[in-house]
C-alpha cells in the first residue's frame, strides 16, 4: 500500500506527513485513513505528547477533499454528504497540542485542517483560501464558526464569501500563524516550539490544552466555571515539593532566555 500519510516518532512527538505531493496532498479517502490511523498510533503511544501535522513539498499543506476522486463517484453531487473520514475528528483524538507546519498553500478542507491545529507557522508559500462557496457547498469540518472566532466575523465573511486567497504576510498581521518563517527552517521552528511544550509538566500539557478548548466552546461564564472546576481538582494534587522544584526550573529557563 502507497504511504500517503507519513510518521516519524522522535523523543516525545510526531511528525506526521500528508504525502501526495503531485497531487498537493489532496484528501483522497485513503488518505483520510491512513491519517486517522496515523493520528490513533499517537494518542495510543504514551510517549507521543505533542504532534507536528505538515505536507509534503513546497507547494501545498493540503488543498482538501480530493474532488476528481469524488466526482468520479457515482452519484456525484450526493456523495459529497457522506459521512465519511473527518480528518478533523480524528485530530481532536490526539489530546496533546498538535503544530501545524503551513508549507504551502491550505485550501477548504486544508484550511479546516489547518484551524483543527492549536498552533500555526507559516512561510512565504503558505497561502489559505476557503472555495466552499465557488465548489457550491457548506463547510462541515469546522470553517464556518472556527474562522469568525479567530480573525472576527467581518475578515471571516470575507475570506469565505469572495473565495480569495489570503496571503502569508495577511495571515501573520490577521492572528491566523503565529510565526513566519523562511521554507527551510519551518520544520525546525516546529520541533523547537515541541520542544519547549514538551518542557512543560505532561499531565498539565494535555490538560490545559483541554480546559482552554472546553471552555471556547463555552459562554465566557461558563468558561470560567469551567476553570475553577478543574483547577480546585487539578491543583489539589500538586504538592509543595513539586511546586518548589518547578520555581527553580522556570527561573533557570528564565534567565537562559534573556
Known sequence: MEELVLLEKAEGYGLVTLNRPKAMNALSAELRNQLAAAIDDMQADKDMRVMILTGAGDKAFTAGL????????????????????????????????????????????????????????????????????????LPGWGLSQKLMRLVGASRAKEIS????????EQALDWGLI??????????????????????????????????????????????????????????????????EARRQAIQQRGQQQK
Do not use: W
Not at 92 to 103: E, K, L
Not at 161 to 168: H, K, V
Open 161 to 168: 464569501l469572495t473565495g480569495n486567497f489570503i496571503s502569508a
Open 66 to 137: 480530493d474532488l476528481k476522486e469524488m466526482g468520479a463517484q457515482q452519484g456525484g453531487g450526493p456523495a459529497l454528504a457522506i459521512a465519511s473520514d473527518d480528518p478533523v475528528v480524528a485530530m481532536s483524538r490526539f489530546s496533546g497540542p498538535i503544530i501545524g507546519a503551513i508549507n504551502g498553500v491550505a485550501i477548504t478542507g486544508g484550511f479546516e485542517m489547518a484551524l483543527a491545529c492549536d498552533v500555526l507557522i507559516g512561510t512565504p508559500n503558505t497561502r489559505f483560501a476557503d472555495t466552499h462557496a465557488r465548489v457550491g457547498i
Open 178 to 243: 503565529n510565526h513566519l518563517v523562511a521554507p527551510e527552517d519551518l520544520l525546525d521552528k516546529a520541533r523547537a516550539l515541541a520542544a519547549d511544550m514538551l518542557s512543560c509538566v505532561p499531565d498539565t500539557l494535555a490538560a490545559y490544552k483541554a480546559l482552554m478548548d472546553d471552555g471556547f466552546a463555552m459562554n465566557f461564564a461558563d468558561g470560567m466555571a469551567l476553570e475553577q472546576s478543574r483547577s480546585r481538582a487539578a491543583n489539589r494534587q500538586v504538592g509543595a515539593d513539586d511546586v
